[in-house]
Nanobody, 126 residues
């Protein structure tokens, strides 16, 4: 079965950290650019970060710059999202997605991504 699966979500206090993982099975993630997205209740689906196939380009939405870091380990077929100094407004379901759109800005449209995970819940609360 070809899929990506997220893990690493949970409940954390404000200021805490979590590392999310996005692992592909059934195919090699090395040929795909990978994005992390999130959706909070009542809010729009939002692109959080994106990494290209060879680790030399990453980007982040403004609200997470300086706090989140995306990386990939192609040997493990996994992309990570390190999240530091978490805030209550970071609470959301986080999903990863893989796209073969390899040039230009990371696509924002869902249909530009071939594989989507089911998501992992991140809750930042006291």
């Amino acid at each position: 079965q070809l899929e990506v699966v997220e893990s690493g979500g949970g409940l954390v206090h404000p200021g805490g950290s979590l590392t999310l993982s996005c692992t592909a099975s059934g195919f090699s993630l090395v040929f795909y650019r990978v994005g992390w997205f999130r959706q909070a209740p009542g809010k729009e689906h939002e692109g959080v970060s994106c990494i290209n196939i060879d680790n030399n380009m990453t980007n982040y939405t403004d609200s997470v710059k300086g706090r989140f870091s995306i990386s990939r380990d192609n040997a493990k077929n996994t992309v990570y999202l390190q999240m530091n100094n978490l805030k209550p407004e970071d609470t959301a379901v986080y999903s990863c997605a893989a796209t073969r759109s390899l040039t230009g800005p990371c696509p924002s449209a869902r249909d530009q991504y071939k594989f989507w995970g089911r998501g992992t819940q991140v809750t930042v609360s006291t």
